[in-house]
């Protein structure tokens, strides 16, 4: 299941306001409100977009008081981290895999 949502999490940050939130989150945990004062969307838009991260598993909410705060959920970013980890070293050993064998041609 940690695959299923972690392609969710890719899928996610396919939309820029999406994308724009993360950053924002990145900075501090916020409410509605405050994201979208930054945002040149609506509160709803916003909550809307703020369930679809919360599902993908790349943003967690608080009560604080009357407010939900949101941040950044650290599992959800750190498992994206970890494909891009993992995705960058088999590019980087595919291409010295490619150089080590100068005599042979490339398909």
Known sequence: MAAY???????ALGDGTRRA???????????????ASTLPIS???VSQHLKVLKDAGLVAEHAAGTRRI???NAT????LHDQLDTFWSRAMAGFRDAIEQPGQEQQ
Do not use: F, N, T
């Not at 939130?21 to 994201?35: D, F, M, N, T, Y």
């Open 5 to 11: 949502e972690a392609e969710d999490g890719w899928a």
């Open 21 to 35: 939130i993360v950053v924002s989150l990145a900075e501090r945990p916020q409410s509605v409100g405050e994201l």
């Open 43 to 45: 509160r709803p838009a």
């Open 70 to 72: 949101y941040e950044l």
């Open 76 to 79: 959800g970013v750190i498992a």
